[in-house]
């Protein structure tokens, strides 16, 4: 296994494995200590069926599901409309995945937040469309002493339904938005192995603990701004077949704009974490 790296801060492609191959004796070791250090792993040309795809992040841990139906652990990130062709740019469906556009880290909504997301290009929109990331950790370390001092006693409360209402109000009433209770962790989240501490914030976060609203609101915007200065964020130009796995715990992501007249769609498994990732530590 060879890692190249995708930027100072954070990320490696990886060489030289093939994801189908790996197992929990044989591969995910030494997989799990990449991600754990670097927080994203890239592979490309590694185009996967959705059965290889979930025994793959099953490696991590139990995979999550946001619904009812037991077959519905594998998501489509996905334009792409049940009659054909796609949906169109002012639909409810688009403007949720426009949401993802602020940026977050994903199921900090959830009663059991994600370690990780397994996300695959299958279909690339002609430009646009990218992801980019920033690692929360390199961001964290770089805030003055006084601020890092007090995010160790910060919680933040989360709703699905604050990042849905900034782009629009409608999407607010969706049972798929709805349906989650007010969740409340802590601002950091060390990793359990090097104790390295994290920023863990997102669009979904509504209110700080203990502090005036609006004046909660506008810190969270400045810190996610101190998180992601353009220097700090790497850009993922999608190809069909690419991979990556990135760590829910340190890192911040956003989907980019695309033509929304094409397709656009990529399969996405999260993976939710455990007491062995840490979990207890971000719990208030
Ligand atoms: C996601 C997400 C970003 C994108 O699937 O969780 O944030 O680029 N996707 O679509
Ligand atoms: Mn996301």
Redesign the pocket.
Known sequence: MKTTPLHPDFGVEVHGLDLKSVTAEDGYPELRRLFDRHSLLLFRDQPLNDAEHLRLGNLFGPIENRTENPGDRLSAVSNKAAEGGVTAADDLHTLNLIA?QLW?T?STFLPVPALA?LLQARVVSSTGGETEFVSTRAGFKRLPRETQERLRRTSFHHDYKTSRGDIAEELTTLDIIQKWPEQHWRALWPNPETGEEALYIASHVYAVEGMDRAEARAWVKDLIAAMTPPEAIYTHAWRPGDMIIWDERATL?RGRPWPYKEERTLASICVTARDVDGLQAVRV
């Open positions: 993802n977050h994903d997301n992501h």
